[in-house]
């Protein structure tokens, strides 16, 4: 019976305030991923105005991607950041970042996407730490659109990114770009890796009906790709009702997809986590995630070692006020004997991104100092339920 029993543990941060992985010029947009190697942050910022005669607008100031690795078990930074990519003229649009592990766990790597105008020539690819099968697209004729996930799926990369909002799939084993057969849009898209040389994936889209309300009506659906990037099932939506949704993040727990993301059925009404339970060939279970009283959005969701459990972190808060808190689900239920704050107390935090290497979760999260002209930093820890 004792040996039956399981000990709950909070999601607190290790270290308690995290460590500090940007150097004093800001960060935003962060992505994270873990190996057995150590672990990788990457973030974006704003870079200084182009000196004169250079070309562009007198306001344009580029937008730039920077990483930094860290050892897996003190997190103490191995070298100074150093600079992946970067807008290098003023006509093109850099995406946000994503990030994953490898298939075999042994590197990781950060993606974006560049998009040129009046051309509409789209080029992604990433940066690898350690091994990462390359993947990589070119459009010459595309529209600028900002979704971009990476993933894995069997022994391959795969790389999905947007097209005019018209999603396109590569996989490192053929190099092939692909679109799909099924005509759907997408802004904000996820991937993780899956079961079977199988990757999941979810994405928003919109209608942009506008209907009564004048407001878009969101989605977000799922489907799993095969080793080479091809969509293996037909695509599920998950959204139970109409209303303002926010981005999805998925994990793969015990052969099914964890599927979260924040949702209002209101303009005025306040935002509260979704979670569906979606196993390929079947129907979905999704519910909403008693985190508390105050609005929740954000989410990040990561397997757990604990069977059919995941970890999950989210913005919890309104305007200034907003902290970054984390729990553990189970069987589709937080467990809120599990939940605890990982920003720190008086700090106004947001934007938590989870990775896993398999044997610890570890987390990134921005704050933004309230000194007067103090900019927004990015902490990394480790999270002690797992």
């Known amino acids: 019976m004792i040996a039956a029993m399981v000990f709950a543990q909070l999601c607190a941060a290790v270290p308690s305030e995290g460590v500090v992985v940007t150097e004093g010029r800001g960060g935003y947009g962060a992505v994270i ?18 000196s004169a005669g250079e070309g562009g607008p007198p306001d344009w100031r580029p937008r730039l991607a920077w990483a930094r690795e860290l050892d897996g078990a003190t997190l103490a930074p191995r070298a100074a950041a150093r600079s992946i990519d970067g807008e290098e003229v003023f006509y093109a649009h850099m995406t946000g970042l994503a990030a994953s592990a490898s298939p075999t766990g042994d590197g ?18 990433h940066t ?7 993947v990589r697209a070119t459009r010459e004729s595309g529209g600028c659109s900002g979704g971009i996930a990476l993933g894995t799926a069997g022994t391959s990369s ?3 990114y947007t097209d005019s909002a018209a999603v396109r799939f590569v996989g490192s084993r053929s190099g092939r770009d692909r679109g799909t057969a099924e005509s759907f849009t997408a802004d904000r898209t996820a991937l993780a890796r899956a079961d079977a040389d199988r990757a999941v994936f ?9 209907g009564v309300t004048g407001e878009s009506s969101y989605d977000v659906l799922a489907m799993t790709l095969d080793a080479d990037a091809r969509p293996s099932s037909r695509s599920v939506r998950l959204t139970a009702a109409t209303g303002r ?13 964890l599927v979260t993301w924040a949702q209002a059925a209101t303009a005025r009404a306040p935002w509260r986590l979704s979670l569906s339970t979606w196993t390929p060939g079947r129907r979905h279970a999704t519910s909403t995630l008693r985190t508390g009283r105050a609005p929740a959005m954000a989410p990040s969701i990561v397997a757990s070692r604990s069977p059919g459990c995941a970890v999950l ?9 907003t902290v970054v808190r984390a729990g553990r689900v189970c069987h589709g239920a937080l467990d809120p004997t599990t939940v ?15 990775a896993t290497d398999g044997r610890s979760v570890y987390v990134v999260w921005q704050e933004v100092p309230s000194a007067r002209g103090a900019r927004e930093e990015l902490r990394v820890a480790r999270l002690s339920c797992d």
């Not at 972190?313 to 006020?321: D, K």
């Open 202 to 210: 979810a994405w928003r889209t919109s209608d942009n009906a506008g």
């Open 128 to 134: 690898s730490f350690g091994a990462f099968p390359e």
């Open 340 to 354: 605890a704050q990982v920003s720190r107390a008086g700090v106004e935090a947001g934007d938590s991104e989870l």
């Open 33 to 50: 991923a873990a190996h057995a190697g150590g672990v990788v942050v990457g973030w974006q910022e704003t870079g200084p105005r182009p």
């Open 313 to 321: 972190s989210w913005t919890e808060g309104t305007g200034r006020r």
């Open 245 to 257: 949704v926010g981005a999805p993040a998925i994990a793969w727990v015990n052969g099914s997809a």
């Open 108 to 125: 990781a790597a950060i993606a974006s996407c560049q998009c040129f105008g009046g051309t509409g020539r789209i080029a992604c690819g």
């Open 158 to 160: 795969v790389l999905a």
